[in-house]
Structures are given as structure tokens and as C-alpha cells.
């Protein structure tokens, strides 16, 4: 089929890549020329596992980048990918895709043939039935259900193994109003990868669909928050929250993923999404208090990190490193890194901050461009009297040695990912 899809951040560029590698025609519609030259080059505009690859075989060819929108003139069905960002109160801002909706309209006036509009990005439930889907309808003359068909298909790609999610999905979720050929559409565009997996695929409603991406996201954040809520607990008694956890996981009803006590939940997705579901319900007259705990939970764990390492030291003045910058390891991502919170604690307290990240040390320094980063995780540790690890890298799994370089070897593991062992004080946040 021919596809074109508006934005080319996470979500686009990823999706854009996938169907291209599932036989599709894509075209990749964004505003930033850069991130066009880039896709067109066969480059990755973002650090993503098995997304290069992708990029480097049809970048350019099957996948084609634009900032034209009369490109998806040639298209069979347009996907909305673009950013829904937080507002102060935790509700989404739409204007972005608002924006993109109209232009998308104005551009199929054009089109004599029927066009399928879906949407990809995550909004409230609503949203593409009562704001998204009148616009491009509006500004397109088309008729809904007749010449303009419109769909919801949420994502969900985790950061880090977003190809990897795309390939092999949990779930396919097709929201529409009844409206056949959009269902068909969709269908036909899985095709390949339905019948590659036995994913099951959820035909539903278009509000649905909207909610059924808030309700992932607000149950496995709560999860989080759950096991680090019992952690903290714990962690008071002197028990090891992971054989606790390893133990509750084999119960069926609860199952052993998301079970990792530690720092806490960031991305772009979870905080974003869990605000967004809060802010919604309360529009609706509904107090959502266990949501709202469980970003209670989240906000703390950084704070105790911290009181951790001041029962053994007073860092007033001290070098302390920052083991891991990205909110989750295989990213380079830093929106509402735990990180943050752990460094801007940090200097509040008169720590000298030295940090180190594979990959996400340039996304970083937009947010703390005056603390000290390192090339490598040994150099992080050299003379430091404390070290708060906050990403679960693999390779800080093996800086045992690098341990006895410290001027006071306290660690403070936020992801269980060092082991303890004499020569140093070890604090596992929840264990």
C-alpha cells in the first residue's frame, strides 16, 4: 500500500520504518528539513535499537522523507503521529496535531478519491471522533464515512525496543465507527505482520481505542509505583524487595514483568499519559486518587536515593557521579529521566556533579549544560565520594574495580545493577 505519515519523531520514524519494512510505500511528512535529509540518507534521527538498519535499507527508497504534504496525494491512508504535549495541568495540548489535521484537509481537497485518516498519536478519549476528525472533514469538504474514512490505532512502542514491539506486538488495537473500509485498511496494512505473529487484533470503537492506550500505560505506571511503594517498605524491614517481588510474580493474577523496584518510571510516555488520564478524569467531575498516588510514589523515589547516600556522607562539596542519564537504558531519551531530579537534588545540596551516559550525555546537557561529564563510566567514578547509579546499562555491571578509585566508595544502586561486595557501602534503594 501507499502510506504517508505526519512526523517523523519516535513514534513516526519507527512506524514510517516498520511498514516500509513490512512492503509498504511510505512517505514520512515533517516540518524539520534536518530530520528529512536524514531519513532520506538512511539515517536514524534518534537513537533506537534496530531503527539504523531499518533506515539504511529503505531510507531514501521505499521510505521517502518530505516536508511536501502534497505528497500524500499519492497515498492511500495518512497517519497522525505528531506530539501531544503536557500542558501545566497535565492535560494534552492538541494544537500541533490540530494544526497538521487542517493542512491534511486542505491538501486532500485535492484528492478525487477516497482517503483513510488514522490517528497514531495519543489523545484523550474523544479527540479524533469530536476534534480531530471535523477538522480534516471541514477543511477537506469530504464526508465522513463516505470518501473520508477515520481510524484510531494506538501505539504501543516502548523506547529501546520499539522495532522490536512494532514486530512482534502484544496486541493490534483498530478503532473506527463502523466504518468498514477504514477497518479494511487497517487489516490490509498489518497484513504481513499478522501473518507473521498470531497477535490478536481489538476491533473497537474510536474513544476506545484512545482509552485503551491510557489504561496500558496508567496500569503498568501504577505497577511501578505499587512495587516500589512495597519496596520502600521493604527496604524499612531490612528485606530484599526482589525475592519478595520473584515470589509475588508467580502468581498468575500478577505476573513477574514490571515487578523491578528502584528509582522510578520516566519517558515521554508514562508521566505524560498518567497527567493527561488525571487531567481528563477531573474534567469529568472524577477525583482519579489512585493515579495520583502513584505518581506520588514516583516523585519521591529520587529524594530517598538521595537520603540514602547522606546517611553516609555529607556531599557539601564532594564529587558525586551520576551513573545513567536516559530514562531507561537503550535510548538516549532524558524526558523525565529520574536523572534529573537526582542532579538537580544533588546541587542543591552543594555536590559537585560529574555524570556519564553512553548515549544520552548530548540531550543532558540541555538541562544541566555546567555539571561535569565524563567519556566513560571509570573516569565518572575517579575521586568521587559517592555514586548514585540511575540507569540499568549493562556495562555498569562490570565496573567492580572501578569501585576502589572512589575517595569514599558509597553506592547508591537505584536498578540493582552492581553487586554488592566488600570495599565499598553498598544501598540498594529497595533492598
Known sequence: MDVSILGSGYVGTTVAACFADLGHDVVNVDIDEEIVEAINSGEAPI???????????????ELQATTDYTDILETDVTFLALPTPSRADGSIDTSIIETAAETLGETLREKESEHVVVTKSTVVPTTTRDVLAPIVAEASGKTRGEDLHVAMNPEFLREGSAVADFQQPDKLVFGTENDDAALDVLYDLYAPLLEETDAPVVETGLSEAEMIKYANNAFLA????LINELGNICKEFGVDAYEVADAIGLDDRIGERFLRSGVGWGGSCFPKDVAAIIAAAKAQGYEPSLLEAAVEVNDKQPQRMLDLLEKHVDIEGER?????????PGTDDVRN??????IAGLRE??????????????????HFPDIDYTDSAVDTLQGATGAL???DWDEFAALDEAFDTMENPVVVDG?????RRDGITYEGLTW
Open 47 to 61: 537513537h533506537e535499537p534496530g531503527l539504523d538498519d531499518l533506515l539504511a535499507k529503505y531510507g531514501g527508497e
Open 222 to 225: 501504577t505497577k511501578v509505583s
Open 320 to 328: 558525586v557521579a551520576v551513573l545513567g542519564l536516559a530514562f531507561k
Open 337 to 342: 529521566s529520574r536523572a534529573i531530579d537526582v
Open 349 to 366: 545540596r552543594g555536590a559537585e556533579v560529574v555524570a556519564y551516559d553512553p548515549v544520552a550525555t548530548d540531550n543532558m546537557r540541555e
Open 389 to 391: 547509579v540511575v540507569t
Open 415 to 419: 536498578r540493582r545493577i552492581i553487586g
